[in-house]
């Protein structure tokens, strides 16, 4: 999931916030109108009459001859005769009481029909019943002739309404038709519908228009931010740097130059080990020889440098853990330190010695003094330096003095791959590099086994601090200070971790580096 980055976040979160706006004002203005309003619209106007027919406004519906049967066609009075149909509601977001109708004492709102007389009302609230109690038995409706129909104060809910079914002469179908009252803290509004009866469409075109293409341009920045490489975060730095020493902390390293190097744009991480031991004379001679600053040079180490280097700089990075591993051919899974100590004085030679029946001579299958992993097993495991090389191919004996035979080789999986290939040989190694290893089996010492997770309480001893060292102290903002803060105390740490190491900044690791 490389496209999940701060700023591709921040991108997807920014649309989905624009969607939820634009989805909030439509919601807000369809559902949340402001004042109480009454709506009203004509859902019908069709000529009963001949004469009404043919005086229709133009462009008005219904508009054409009439076929008249039956009553309608036997009175004469309705020759010019039209019916209309009218919609009033409450569409806005208020109840509305009769006391919020304040035109007169009698009456709540007044219908006119311009240019035609009333001559019959029925009142019909098919959704909302109750509302025809609001149309007492005395109320007269509309008078003889008159031109417009007066209304009692009905209180409406939130979306009920009524319908005027009026039959009216003298004029054509289309005629102008309105609506009038004073509404306390509201108005009265004519809606438009294409269908009779949907509901008031009260999110207009234009709004409609601006939402969509709002939101069509929010995603598609989205979409753009997620696909295409952003700038570097606040944070990262350009250029090259070399990181060397540790060849055990090395997986662990490569792994978080790799995910530095994606998560910065226009940067380089070259991981170049060769021991802790080299990789502090390297970057020793490499600073010597730059005039100004730091150079771009981390030298990678397990446990403090040697003595004679005080322009070098160190941070804990760290807490690294190691392993002895026997040859699968030795049944020893637990040694003792003084066994261990034994092995390595030369005192133990052949394995019968701890195991009776198994005739194995011991074979010490080591690193070269540059490695670090050899330094922590002396120090922290062995209390001296280990024995003087005695054999160049880990098996024939070239000292004839030497009382076991001992090899050096200059890397971890050399290391490994001869103990798992030689019976009755015993060599060290960090420990994450001996998982799923084959001919080969981990040892504990003292009974207590390395587990990242019991560190701080088992009391397991071959066991290191990782310092980073660099030249002085490198600029705040350069590669070398992004690296060391991204190792340490970023994204790197989780990469640590599965790596089976503990990081230093974490709460557990800080207390443990604390102690040395």
Not at 203 to 227: E, K, P
Not at 285 to 302: I, N
Request: some cysteine.
């Amino acid at each position: 999931m490389d496209w999940l980055t701060a700023e591709n976040l921040i991108a997807v979160v920014t649309a989905l916030l624009g969607v939820l706006v634009s989805a909030g004002a439509v919601w807000y203005e369809r559902r949340v109108p402001h004042q109480r309003r009454i709506g009203y619209r004509v859902q019908l106007d069709t000529a009963i009459g001949d004469g009404a027919a043919n005086r229709a406004v133009t462009g008005a519906a219904g508009a054409g001859a009439a076929v008249r049967r039956g009553y309608f066609n036997a009175s004469p009075d309705l020759a010019d005769a039209t019916l209309v149909l009218l919609r009033i509601e409450n569409d806005g977001a208020l109840a509305l009481t009769r006391e919020h109708y304040t035109d007169g004492d009698d009456h709540g709102l007044t219908v006119d029909f311009e240019g035609r007389r009333v001559k019959a009302v029925v009142v019909t609230a098919p959704d909302h019943p109750r509302l025809l109690s609001h149309f007492p038995a005395d109320w007269q409706g509309p008078a003889e002739g008159a031109t417009t129909v007066l209304l009692p104060k009905v209180p409406l809910n939130r979306g009920a309404h009524y319908k005027l079914l009026v039959l009216l002469t003298g004029g054509p179908i289309g005629g102008p038709v309105s609506v009038d009252g004073n509404i306390a803290e509201g108005h009265v509004h004519v809606n438009h519908s294409t269908t009779p009866d949907d509901e008031a469409p009260v999110f207009s075109r234009a709004a409609r228009t601006v939402t969509i293409i709002l939101t069509a341009c929010v995603v598609a920045l989205a979409a753009l931010v997620v696909r295409e490489q952003t700038p570097p975060p606040i944070g990262c730095a350009r250029g090259t740097l070399t990181v060397t020493g540790s060849t055990a902390f090395a997986p662990a390293v490569r792994e978080v130059a790799e995910k530095y190097e994606r998560d910065c744009e226009g940067s380089t991480v070259i991981v170049d080990v060769h021991g802790s031991t080299a990789g502090i004379r390297e970057l020793a001679e490499t600073g010597a020889k730059t005039p100004k600053g730091s150079p771009a040079v981390v030298a990678l180490s397990d446990g403090r440098k040697p003595g004679g280097y005080p322009e070098l700089r160190e941070s804990m990075v760290a807490v690294s853990l190691f392993t002895l591993v026997l040859n699968d051919g030795i049944p020893v899974d637990d040694l003792t330190q003084e066994q261990i100590r034994r092995l390595y004085r030369g005192e133990i030679t052949n394995w019968n010695q701890l195991v009776p029946g198994l005739d194995r001579p011991v074979l010490l299958v080591s690193r070269d003094a540059n490695s670090g992993t050899r330094q922590v097993f002396q120090r922290r495991v062995l209390g001296r330096n280990e024995p003087a090389n005695s054999s160049q191919d880990c098996v024939t004996r070239d000292d004839p003095e030497a009382k076991v035979i001992r090899c050096e080789l200059d890397s971890t999986e050399q290391v490994l791959s001869t103990v798992a290939r030689l019976p009755g040989a015993v060599g060290y190694t960090e420990l994450r590099a001996s998982e799923g290893r084959k001919g080969l089996h981990r040892v504990a010492v003292d009974g207590r086994r390395p587990v990242v997770d019991e560190i701080g309480a088992s009391g397991y001893p071959y066991r290191e601090i990782e310092y980073a060292y660099t030249w002085g102290r490198p600029p705040a903002d350069s590669l070398t200070s992004s690296f060391l803060t991204y190792l340490g105390r970023g994204s790197g740490q989780d990469v640590i971790l599965t790596h089976g190491h503990l990081p230093c900044a974490t709460p557990k690791g800080l207390r443990i580096c604390g102690d040395g």
